[in-house]
């Protein structure tokens, strides 16, 4: 295995990911799906959900915890609202065609908004509101997810990393985007710093004495057993505002279960009470709203985009060069990604050609 990082261009990672896939079974236009939200990952910078996360899905495609086949069924609907079945299939699918949904009534009533059960993980959050912006719309996205924070003043982990992305079109370059986690890092980032072989900082995780964990891979074994949890935003206690980290994260596990008689909390756990791998049942909101139906498009945009531009020409705090605004890195870290490849360390090289050869998926050589 090499020792150097190695950098592979964007067109070909995607056709690779879309191509494992498919060796699963997964219908051509689904495995698209799925290798363009994995790759829009790598090209905004979010190394923690790109094609780092592929032997993720191959892990649980093979377990049978994410169906290789997507049905999604219809079990309510509104002019403005539906509730949908994901039958355990694959999320980036489930999460394209419920923000598509939603996105289709707010063209019409100028609100769509979707309720998701029973999914899968479903790549960055992120994704969903940028396809109601590139529609002159304004899109929001919640979902939950397995159990691994814990609530302030607790340290068992009950909710999930629960993150909460919002997106609005600008009359900049790039739109406004928000996406985050509710806890102050998300396992995604764990499993990156365990690939690159670095600790963790201490004040992330705790333990069930409520000590901080720093090695990777501790606090992945740790977590498997339900002995580590991350800290919501603001970290232990109230002092720093970890209650509002908390209180957020409550927000979304309520959005994401609650309109869709859907799972939460410790029945995300993927496991069945045999202690043999299970459906993670994970629940998803999407909301669209239809700038149009508030204000002409352009001021909205305008309006927008002058908020933005104030904000980073205000005063910035000693040696510091810039303030950003959300969406701004990531616009700039698409442009050098597509540019010089997706950077992937040995533990990822590793990786792809771990599933590129079990999935006999010799056409593809690798650099490394």
Same mark, same amino acid.
């Given at each position: 295995?090499?020792?150097?990082?190695?950098?592979?261009?964007?067109?070909?990672?995607?056709?690779?990911?879309?191509?494992?896939?498919?060796?699963?079974?997964?219908?051509?236009?689904?495995?698209?799906?799925?290798?363009?939200?994995?790759?829009?990952?790598? @090209?905004?910078?979010?190394?923690?959900?790109?094609?780092?996360?592929?032997?993720?899905?191959?892990? #649980?495609?093979?377990?049978?915890?994410?169906?290789?086949?997507?049905?999604?069924?219809?079990?309510?609907?509104?002019?403005?609202?539906?509730?949908?079945?994901?039958?355990?299939?694959?999320?980036?699918?489930?999460?394209?065609?419920?923000?598509?949904?939603?996105?289709?009534?707010?063209?019409?009533?100028?609100?769509?908004?979707?309720?998701? #059960?029973?999914?899968?993980?479903?790549?960055?959050?992120?994704?969903?509101?940028?396809?109601?912006?590139?529609?002159?719309?304004?899109?929001?996205? =919640?979902?939950?997810?397995?159990?691994?924070?814990?609530?302030?003043?607790?340290?068992?982990?009950?909710?999930?990393?629960?993150?909460?992305?919002?997106?609005?079109?600008?009359?900049?370059?790039?739109?406004?985007?928000?996406?985050?986690?509710?806890?102050?890092?998300? #396992?995604?980032?764990?499993?990156?710093?365990? #690939?690159?072989?670095?600790?963790?900082?201490?004040?992330?995780?705790?333990?069930?004495?409520?000590?901080?964990?720093?090695?990777?891979?501790?606090?992945?074994?740790? @977590?498997?057993?339900?002995?580590?949890?991350?800290?919501?935003?603001?970290?232990?206690?109230?002092?720093?505002?970890?209650?509002?980290?908390?209180?957020?994260?409550?927000?979304?596990?309520?959005?994401?279960?609650?309109?869709?008689?859907?799972?939460?909390?410790?029945?995300?756990?993927?496991?069945?009470?045999?202690?043999?791998?299970?459906?993670?049942?994970?629940?998803?909101?999407?909301?669209?709203?239809?700038?149009?139906? =508030?204000?002409?498009?352009?001021?909205?945009?305008?309006?927008?985009?002058?908020?933005?531009?104030?904000?980073?020409?205000?005063?910035?705090?000693?040696?510091?060069?810039?303030?950003?605004?959300?969406?701004?890195?990531?616009?700039?870290?698409?442009?050098?990604?597509?540019?010089?490849?997706?950077?992937?360390?040995?533990?990822?090289?590793?990786? @792809?050609? =771990?599933?590129?050869?079990?999935?006999?998926?010799?056409?593809?050589?690798?650099?490394?």
């Amino acid at each position: 295995m090499s020792d150097q990082n190695a950098y592979l261009p964007v067109d070909f990672l995607q056709a690779f990911v879309k191509d494992c896939f498919i060796a699963f079974g997964t219908a051509p236009d689904d495995a698209q799906i799925c290798a363009e939200v994995l790759l829009e990952s790598d @090209l905004r910078g979010i190394e923690s959900h790109g094609v780092g996360r592929l032997r993720y899905y191959y892990d #649980r495609l093979i377990t049978g915890q994410h169906n290789v086949h997507t049905q999604i069924d219809t079990i309510r609907e509104s002019p403005t609202t539906a509730v949908l079945d994901g039958n355990h299939g694959l999320g980036m699918v489930i999460g394209k065609y419920a923000m598509n949904l939603a996105i289709e009534k707010a063209r019409t009533y100028g609100l769509g908004a979707v309720a998701v #059960r029973n999914s899968t993980h479903f790549g960055i959050a992120g994704y969903y509101p940028s396809m109601a912006v590139a529609e002159g719309m304004v899109g929001l996205t =919640f979902t939950n997810a397995r159990p691994s924070v814990s609530p302030t003043f607790g340290t068992m982990p009950m909710m999930g990393t629960n993150p909460i992305a919002f997106g609005a079109p600008t009359d900049e370059l790039f739109p406004f985007l928000f996406d985050a986690a509710t806890p102050i890092v998300q #396992r995604g980032l764990i499993e990156r710093l365990m #690939r690159a072989e670095k600790p963790a900082q201490e004040g992330w995780l705790v333990d069930p004495q409520n000590n901080y964990l720093t090695d990777p891979p501790q606090i992945i074994a740790a @977590l498997t057993k339900g002995e580590a949890a991350f800290l919501p935003l603001g970290g232990i206690g109230e002092d720093l505002g970890g209650h509002k980290g908390y209180g957020l994260a409550s927000i979304v596990e309520i959005l994401s279960a609650s309109f869709q008689t859907g799972a939460f909390l410790l029945q995300l756990s993927g496991v069945n009470p045999d202690g043999s791998p299970g459906h993670f049942k994970v629940g998803h909101f999407f909301m669209a709203l239809n700038v149009e139906s =508030f204000v002409d498009l352009e001021t909205f945009k305008h309006t927008t985009g002058s908020i933005l531009r104030e904000l980073r020409a205000s005063r910035k705090a000693p040696g510091q060069e810039r303030i950003f605004t959300a969406g701004e890195k990531e616009y700039e870290k698409s442009l050098q990604v597509r540019k010089d490849g997706v950077e992937l360390n040995p533990n990822l090289q590793k990786d @792809l050609k =771990f599933v590129r050869d079990k999935l006999g998926l010799t056409q593809y050589e690798f650099p490394f």
